[in-house]
C-alpha cells in the first residue's frame, strides 16, 4: 500500500474537508442553542400574549426537552443505522421547516407542537452529530477534547440568542423572528452538509440493527453511570439557570450590577471555561479534572446557601467556569465506552437522561421550595446533587474503572497503541 506525501505547509483535501465537518458541526450547536437557551425569555412573552398560568407557559420548555428526550431514546440509533450525514440533513430539515412555520402561528396549542417538533428535530440531528465526533477523532482523549470545543461553540449560541432576542423585542417584533432567522442558518447549514463528504465509519464492531444498538447501550453499565452523572450534573446546572434570578431578586448589597447579570456571567464563564477546558484535558487526567471541578461547584452551592445572598451573588455565578468541562467530558468518556458502530445509540441514552433532568430537576427544587416556603431550600437539594455528583467523580479518580474498556477501544476503534497511565 502507498501513501502520498503532503509536503510541509499544504494542507491535504481529507484535512481540508475534515476541518469543514467540524467547523459545520461547531455551527450547528451554536444554532441550535441560539432557540433553546432563548425559552426563559420567551416564556413570559407567551403568558402575556395568552394570558397563562406559569405552569402552561413553562410548557414551551417541557415541550422542547420533552421531544429531545424521546428522539434522543427512540431515534438515537438511526446516526448508526443510516449514517451520520442522513441523520443530520433529515434532523436539520425537521428543525428549520419547524422554525419557519412559527411564523404561520397564531395559536398557544400551534406554538406548543411546534416546541416539541423542533425538539425532536434536535434530537435526531444532535444525536448523528455526537455520534460523528467518533469519526473525526483519531483517540478517546481526542474525542473529548473536540467535545468541549462543541460544547463551547453551544455556549456562545447560549450567549448570542438570548441577546439576540431581546434586541427584536426592544425592536418591537415577534419572539418568532428569532426562530425565522435560526431557520435561515439552518438552511445554510444543509446546503453545506449535503455538499461535504462526511468520514466513514470505520468499527470493530457490526453495525446496529433496529433497537440493538439503543439495548447494549442501555445495558452498559459505563454508558449508565455517566448517564447518572450527567442527570446529577444537569439537575445543579438547572438551578443556576432557572432559579437563580429568583433567589438573587431580594438582593441589595454592593453587587447589585452582578446579581442583575448573574446568569450571564455564568454562561460566559461556562463557555469560556469549555474552551480553556480543551487545554486542561491535554495536560491533566481527565478524572482529575472532573473530581477538582466537581467538589468546586460543590463549594460553591455550600457557600451560598450557608452563607445567604451576600455569598451567592459571587460563588453560584462563578460555579460556571468549574461546570465548564463537566457535561461535555462526561458525555465524551460515556459515548467513548461503546464501540463506534454504536455512538449514535450511546449518545441518545445520555441525552436522554439530560433531558429528563432538565424537566425534572426544576420542577422539584420549585416543589421543595414551595412546601418548605424559601427558595433557599431549593438550592439545599441542588446543593445534595453536587454533592453526589462529587462523590462519584472522586470514587471515578481514584478507581479508574473505565482505563480498562477505553484502552481497548482506543486500539480497536483508533488503532492507537498503548499509552499507559493517560486514560
Not at 449508565?224 to 432557572?242: C, D, H, K, P, Q
Not at 432559579?243 to 447579570?261: D, E, H, I, N, R
Request: charged fraction near 10%; proline fraction near 3%; hydrophobic fraction near 55%.
Amino acid at each position: 500500500m502507498t501513501t502520498t506525501r503532503v509536503p510541509a505547509g499544504v494542507e491535504s483535501p481529507e484535512r481540508r474537508t475534515l476541518a469543514i465537518v467540524k467547523a459545520l458541526t461547531y455551527a450547528m450547536f451554536a444554532m441550535f442553542a441560539m432557540t433553546t437557551d432563548s425559552v426563559g425569555i420567551i416564556i413570559p412573552e407567551v403568558i402575556r400574549t395568552f394570558g397563562l398560568s406559569l405552569t402552561a407557559g413553562g410548557s414551551f420548555q417541557y415541550a422542547t426537552m420533552g421531544g429531545i428526550a424521546i428522539a434522543a431514546l427512540l431515534l438515537g440509533s438511526l446516526a448508526d443505522q443510516l449514517g451520520r450525514r442522513r441523520t443530520i440533513i433529515a434532523g436539520l430539515m425537521l428543525f428549520a421547516a419547524a422554525c419557519f412555520l412559527f411564523t404561520a402561528g397564531e395559536s398557544f396549542l400551534f406554538f406548543a407542537v411546534l416546541m416539541g417538533v423542533s425538539g425532536i428535530a434536535i434530537g435526531i440531528f444532535k444525536t448523528g452529530a455526537l455520534a460523528l465526533i467518533g469519526d473525526l477523532s483519531t483517540s478517546t482523549t481526542q474525542h473529548t477534547s473536540i467535545m468541549n470545543m462543541l460544547e463551547g461553540f453551544f455556549g456562545i449560541g447560549a450567549i448570542v440568542g438570548p441577546a439576540l432576542l431581546t434586541q427584536l423585542l426592544t425592536s418591537g417584533l415577534s419572539w418568532t423572528w428569532l426562530y425565522v432567522l435560526a431557520g435561515m442558518l439552518c438552511a445554510v447549514l444543509i446546503v453545506v452538509a449535503s455538499l461535504v463528504r462526511y468520514p466513514e465509519v470505520t468499527s470493530a464492531a457490526p453495525a446496529s440493527r433496529g433497537f440493538d444498538g439503543t439495548s447494549r447501550a442501555m445495558k452498559n453499565r459505563f454508558v449508565l453511570a455517566f448517564s447518572t452523572a450527567a442527570f446529577l450534573y444537569v439537575g445543579v446546572e438547572a438551578a443556576i439557570y432557572v432559579w437563580m434570578p429568583t433567589l438573587l431578586q431580594g438582593y441589595t448589597g454592593s453587587a447589585v450590577t452582578l446579581a442583575a447579570y448573574s446568569v450571564s456571567v455564568f454562561f460566559f464563564l461556562r463557555a469560556g471555561g469549555r474552551f480553556l477546558g480543551v487545554w486542561m484535558l491535554s495536560h491533566f487526567r481527565w478524572q482529575a479534572v472532573l473530581a477538582v471541578c466537581s467538589g468546586s461547584i460543590l463549594v460553591c452551592f455550600v457557600l451560598a446557601v450557608v452563607g445567604g445572598v451576600n455569598w451567592a451573588v459571587y460563588c453560584l455565578p462563578l460555579s460556571g467556569l468549574f461546570m465548564s468541562v463537566m457535561y461535555p467530558t462526561i458525555n465524551s468518556k460515556g459515548i467513548s465506552c461503546l464501540p463506534k458502530a454504536d455512538h449514535g445509540a450511546g449518545a441518545g441514552v445520555i441525552l436522554f437522561f439530560t433531558c429528563v433532568s432538565a424537566v425534572l430537576a426544576p420542577l422539584a427544587i420549585g416543589a421543595v421550595s414551595d412546601v418548605l416556603g424559601d427558595i433557599i431550600y431549593g438550592f439545599w437539594m441542588a446543593s445534595g446533587l453536587a454533592g453526589l455528583l462529587f462523590v462519584g467523580m472522586a470514587v471515578n479518580w481514584l478507581l479508574n474503572p473505565t482505563r480498562a474498556v477505553l484502552e481497548q477501544f482506543d486500539r480497536t476503534e483508533y488503532g492507537q497503541a498503548d499509552q499507559p497511565g493517560v486514560r
